[in-house]
């Protein structure tokens, strides 16, 4: 399924085209009128967006199965995933459950109205992907003098266990850059900025925030994710976990240490609390 709806980007252009026709009517206008038609036409466009987002933020859906909130997904091969236009995104094949994919798309135009370009980088991941990423982690040669849980621990500070990691819900996307420093200056820090301010207008909620006493996971200025539907997401995992029907952490190496590493209390739930709720 293409996530090619009709969005809000359109009615957005034509919004900020109103503000165009307003500068091109001569020298002669006021400046000072210009500034009140173009703040005018900002609150318009955002009260567009709010009104959007109030439509799809109480969704009817099916919490999917705990498989598939585990990773065990094809995305390319499931109606409930829309793949991110090449426009927003840094490659092809980023997938997002269609709901946030046309949530993703709206705060891209938006932003693109303030001059700044939010490219999607990383979406969806099934588990196969994440374990490439922690195996490849595991066995690099810095990590051959560590004993297992110094290995877990140490791939834990910017990589999910397979099995645990948010990018497999449909819900999560990285933005910008994968390097810290890159959001401290520069366009990197307008972006985090401008997300921080914004974000939460179109759903999307920063993950793993610089919260004192925060356990788990280092601070992530580039991942962002849809609270609509990641919410009720991580709440059927936590009510798996209390049942103990939560299955096995496993088909990957070192998974063995998962039980030492407090996985769901410290990382699946150390978050930003926005997010616990």
């Known amino acids: 399924m293409a996530c090619s709806r009709p969005s809000l980007s359109a009615v957005l252009g034509a919004a900020w085209l109103c503000v165009g026709c307003q500068f091109q009517e001569g020298p ?11 703040e005018k036409s ?27 909130l585990m990773g065990m997904v094809k995305p390319s091969e499931d109606d409930a995933f829309a ?16 709901e946030a994919c046309q949530a993703f798309i709206r705060m891209y135009d938006a932003a693109a109205i303030d001059g700044l370009t939010l490219t999607a980088l990383s979406a969806t991941r099934p588990f196969h992907h994440q374990a490439s990423i922690w195996n490849r982690k595991w066995n690099r040669p810095q990590a051959m003098g560590m004993s297992p849980i110094e ?20 819900t999560d996307v990285d933005i910008f850059s994968l390097e810290p420093s890159d959001f401290e200056r520069g366009e990197g820090a307008r972006i985090l900025a401008w997300l921080r301010e914004h974000a939460e207008q179109f ?29 009720p997401f991580l709440r059927a995992i936590n ?9 096995e952490f496993e088909g990957f190496e070192g998974a063995s240490v998962s039980d030492s590493l407090r996985i769901v209390e410290d990382y699946i739930n150390g ?7």
């Open 28 to 38: 002669t206008q006021n400046v000072a009128t210009e500034q009140t038609t173009t």
């Open 42 to 68: 900002r609150v318009e466009a955002t009260e567009m967006f709010e009104d959007t987002l109030s439509l799809s933020s109480t969704p009817q859906f099916d919490v999917p199965p705990m498989r598939e």
């Open 83 to 98: 793949e991110l236009p090449a426009r927003v995104s840094s490659r092809s094949g980023l997938y997002l459950r269609d």
């Open 151 to 170: 290995r877990a621990r140490d791939i834990l500070q910017y990589s999910s266990m397979p099995g645990t990691s948010r990018h497999h819900w449909g």
């Open 203 to 231: 759903g999307f909620v920063e993950v793993y925030t610089k919260e004192e006493g925060r356990p788990g996971y280092q601070p992530e200025a580039w991942h962002w994710s849809y609270l609509p539907l990641s919410g």
């Open 239 to 247: 009510e798996a976990y209390r049942k103990e029907n939560l299955p």
């Open 271 to 277: 978050i930003n609390p926005v997010l616990v709720n």
